[in-house]
């Protein structure tokens, strides 16, 4: 496993090691001892796993607010995604920036969001399968998002009108939302 940092501070690309041959591929999924042994020493408690039918499928962007602000861990074992993670970490210097991965089936690359960050991806291909691994329950009292197309944020998606979740068309905007997260204390 090589974990890469990106300049979002402590969002990580992690990129497992794959082993193909003419029969297919196998690769570890998770492990505690090379979190571990690559400075993160996370606890998961849940593992999710959403599909989606169609490309074009939005879902989010989601946080959890403190005390269940989760901390996640999310690959693509079928299909394509771009995922998008948010910075809500008031303090930070990427504070209200949007990074942007692929992750899709052949590449295998996971990313790692710390607590603090949104999240939301769009599917780019059909039959999409979305897996995440995440440090605490799932808490819908404590449930927030931020719209999709909010026009302070550089998200770029590749769809104009994406199949959305009432829920997902519901989120406000960054400019309205207060940040319970501080830069440094995830």
């Known amino acids: 496993m090589r974990v890469v940092p990106t300049e979002f501070p402590g ?3 992690v990129e497992p090691r794959v082993f193909r041959d003419d029969r297919g591929f196998f690769l570890e999924t998770w492990s505690r001892e090379a979190f571990r042994g690559a400075g993160l020493d996370v606890d998961f408690v849940q593992d999710n796993h959403g599909h989606s039918r169609t490309s074009g499928v939005l879902r989010g962007f989601h946080l959890q607010r403190p005390p269940m602000a989760q901390a996640k861990l999310v690959w693509v074992p079928r299909g394509a995604v771009l995922d998008l993670a948010l910075d809500l970490r008031r303090g930070s210097p990427t504070y209200g920036q949007v990074f942007r991965q692929e992750l ?5 690359l996971r990313l790692f969001l710390p607590r ?3 999240h939301a991806y769009l599917t780019l291909e059909p039959d999409t399968d979305f897996c995440y691994k995440v440090d605490a329950p799932y808490a819908p009292e404590l449930e927030e998002g931020i719209r999709w197309d909010d026009p302070d944020l550089d998200c770029r998606w590749p769809v104009a009108e994406p199949v959305l979740s009432e829920k997902d068309r519901q989120h406000g905007l960054l400019r309205d939302f207060e940040t319970p997260f501080v830069f440094g204390q995830e």
């Open 11 to 13: 969002l990580l690309v």
């Open 104 to 108: 899709n089936a052949q590449n295998q």
């Open 116 to 118: 603090g960050f949104a």
